[in-house]
């Protein structure tokens, strides 16, 4: 089992900027995919960034050239740098880690933190 914790949210304007970061409870296996997803009020919950084991990554075309994903070499945070903020950024933003051992695969999620656009 893996816990994350998220941090970082909060109110900032438009054109601002937040980091999140993600804290597992445990370093991550050696294959995995760790990414970040955010949900509106009233949307469904969209795929923001991953990012694999070799260190690829991928971004939705809503946050491209805007947000980036990286995590630490041990493989226990996961962050998110969130620059020229607007105001359809707000949402929920969740950590969301895929873990393989072996053959099988685990799905964990966080519990949410809160970012919000706004003047």
């Known amino acids: 089992q893996v816990q994350l914790v998220e941090s970082g949210g909060g109110l900032v304007q438009p054109g601002g900027s937040l980091r999140l970061s993600c804290a597992a409870s445990r370093s991550i296996s050696s294959t995995y995919v760790m990414a970040w997803y955010r949900q509106a009020p009233g949307k469904q919950r969209e795929l923001v960034a991953t990012?694999?084991?070799?260190?690829?990554?991928n971004y939705a075309d809503s946050v491209k050239g805007r947000f980036t994903i990286s995590r630490d070499s041990a493989k226990k945070w996961v962050y998110l740098q969130m620059n020229s903020l607007k105001p359809e950024d707000t949402a929920v933003y969740y950590c969301?880690?895929?873990?393989?051992?072996?053959?099988?695969?685990?799905?964990?999620w966080g519990q949410g933190t809160q970012v919000t656009v706004s003047t």
């Open positions: 969301n880690v895929m873990e393989w051992v072996g053959l099988s695969a685990e799905n964990y």
């Open positions: 990012i694999t084991t070799g260190g690829s990554t």
